[in-house]
């Protein structure tokens, strides 16, 4: 509870190390046990104002809350607070991604040797090499969420889970998604490419590139300020419904920063993850992954992390934009060209530029060659 005088904490007391427990004292924040939570609300003074947000909430605890008491349901002062990342946030995002993606580079590298040279590969094992690669650079503690790797028809399932018992291996032959994050001291990552591990048909080619054109349309939206996210879902969508074609989950959920991979109020699409009254500000970090999968065939998605950042002042009114920041290639072997219009085509090419400008400064020499190939500017016939 945060009061105009003191700020009252409520936790297990066994739970707060005893570190933790003295720089809290030093910050003037007062622990409580537990189970005295409910008391002391219904202990407000009549007239109190009491701002809550429904959807964090119990229900006990609302009970709790006596009649008198004046409640403004909305999201929480520090939620928002958490939503828009300040100048060091940003700045050390920036560093994250960098290596994040020098992981990810690596580790795509890593797969297409090994099935090259018939190395058993798993979708298990491959979540795990990554890991791996993660944790070996600079500031990563662990996973940002359990890794989805998914081998042809299970990549049509968007929440997949290797198991024991239930994996495939990986041969060169089919699509293979891999949605995956990191944990760093400076941010976290969620990133989503999907790689054709033989030569994709036309339709997978199709596929593929009308959900990337929405994945870079949204990317490449100017907006006025007060604009929420619903109402730019549909330049996600727009390529697949001309073709009578859609996927069944939001577009974009909030990231926070060494926190939850999912953290709203922010969101692009329904409410499931986020407020739909919410407007997207300067300073708020969203994924951006429209998809489509084929039930019992394959799915693809490709997903990078957009920051909003303020574009332009006209008179009518202030204008914001997406940064991207997420740094990893895209497998053009995917891309059919002739359905990207002009300036998606051009944001292909200057995006993967400045992934290759990017993490070559920190690559050996034979990744750096193989990722020069990889971002190779894509031309039409």
Same mark, same amino acid.
């Given at each position: 509870?945060v009061?105009r005088?003191?700020v %009252?904490f409520?936790?297990?007391?066994?739970k707060?190390p005893g570190?933790?427990k003295?720089?809290?004292d030093?910050?003037g924040v007062?622990l409580?046990?537990y189970d005295?939570l409910? =008391?002391?609300?219904g202990?407000?003074p009549?007239g109190a104002? %009491?701002l809550l947000?429904p959807?964090?909430?119990?229900?006990?605890?609302y009970?709790?809350?006596?009649?008198?008491?004046?409640i403004?349901?909305?999201v929480?002062i520090?939620?928002?607070l958490?939503?828009?990342?300040?100048?060091?946030e940003?700045?050390n995002?920036r560093?994250?991604?960098?290596?994040d993606g020098?992981a990810l580079?690596?580790f795509?590298?890593?797969?297409?040797? =090994?099935?090259?040279?018939?190395t058993?590969?798993?979708?298990?094992?491959?979540?795990?090499?990554l890991?791996?690669?993660?944790?070996?650079?600079?500031?990563?503690v662990?996973l940002?969420?359990?890794t989805i790797?998914?081998?042809?028809?299970?990549?049509?399932?968007?929440?997949?889970m290797a198991?024991?018992?239930?994996?495939?291996? &990986?041969?060169k032959?089919?699509?293979?998604l891999l949605?995956s994050g990191?944990?760093y001291?400076?941010?976290?990552?969620d990133t989503?490419?999907?790689v054709?591990l033989?030569?994709p048909?036309?339709r997978m080619?199709?596929?593929? $590139?009308l959900?990337?054109?929405?994945m870079?349309?949204?990317?490449m939206v100017?907006f006025p300020y007060?604009?929420?996210?619903?109402q730019?879902?549909?330049?996600?969508r727009r390529a697949?419904w001309?073709?009578?074609?859609?996927?069944?989950?939001g577009?974009g959920?909030g990231v926070g920063?060494f926190?939850n991979?999912h953290?709203?109020?922010?969101?692009i699409?329904t409410a499931?993850?986020g407020?739909?009254?919410?407007?997207i500000e300067?300073?708020?970090l969203?994924?951006d992954?429209p998809a489509f999968y084929?039930q019992?065939e394959y799915g693809?998605r $490709?997903e990078?992390?957009?920051l909003c950042v303020d574009?332009?002042?006209?008179?009518?009114?202030?204008? &914001?934009k997406f940064?991207t920041?997420t740094l990893?290639?895209?497998d053009?072997?995917?891309?059919?060209?002739?359905? &990207?219009d002009?300036r998606q085509?051009?944001?292909l090419?200057?995006y993967?530029?400045?992934?290759?400008?990017? &993490?070559?400064?920190?690559l050996?020499?034979?990744v750096?060659?193989w990722?020069?190939?990889? $971002?190779?500017?894509?031309?039409r016939?």
């Amino acid at each position: 509870i945060v009061g105009r005088e003191q700020v %009252l904490f409520f936790a297990d007391e066994e739970k707060i190390p005893g570190a933790l427990k003295a720089e809290l004292d030093r910050d003037g924040v007062v622990l409580l046990p537990y189970d005295t939570l409910t =008391s002391l609300l219904g202990s407000l003074p009549a007239g109190a104002t %009491l701002l809550l947000s429904p959807s964090t909430t119990s229900a006990a605890i609302y009970r709790a809350l006596p009649g008198k008491v004046n409640i403004k349901e909305e999201v929480t002062i520090p939620t928002r607070l958490k939503a828009i990342k300040n100048v060091t946030e940003i700045k050390n995002l920036r560093e994250v991604m960098v290596r994040d993606g020098v992981a990810l580079t690596r580790f795509f590298l890593w797969l297409e040797k =090994s099935l090259e040279s018939g190395t058993e590969v798993t979708e298990i094992t491959a979540a795990e090499k990554l890991e791996a690669l993660r944790l070996e650079q600079e500031g990563c503690v662990g996973l940002s969420f359990a890794t989805i790797a998914a081998l042809n028809e299970h990549a049509a399932l968007p929440h997949y889970m290797a198991e024991p018992g239930s994996y495939t291996q &990986l041969k060169k032959k089919g699509i293979f998604l891999l949605d995956s994050g990191g944990q760093y001291y400076g941010g976290t990552t969620d990133t989503t490419r999907t790689v054709a591990l033989s030569e994709p048909v036309t339709r997978m080619r199709s596929d593929f $590139t009308l959900a990337l054109r929405g994945m870079i349309d949204l990317a490449m939206v100017r907006f006025p300020y007060g604009t929420r996210g619903y109402q730019i879902e549909v330049l996600a969508r727009r390529a697949l419904w001309d073709k009578g074609l859609n996927y069944g989950h939001g577009t974009g959920h909030g990231v926070g920063s060494f926190l939850n991979v999912h953290e709203g109020p922010q969101t692009i699409g329904t409410a499931a993850s986020g407020d739909l009254k919410t407007i997207i500000e300067p300073g708020m970090l969203i994924s951006d992954e429209p998809a489509f999968y084929r039930q019992g065939e394959y799915g693809f998605r $490709t997903e990078n992390l957009i920051l909003c950042v303020d574009d332009c002042e006209t008179e009518y009114g202030r204008f &914001l934009k997406f940064e991207t920041v997420t740094l990893c290639y895209i497998d053009t072997r995917l891309v059919e060209v002739s359905l &990207l219009d002009d300036r998606q085509l051009e944001w292909l090419n200057d995006y993967h530029e400045t992934v290759y400008r990017s &993490l070559s400064g920190h690559l050996d020499q034979d990744v750096k060659k193989w990722l020069r190939i990889k $971002t190779a500017p894509v031309r039409r016939k």
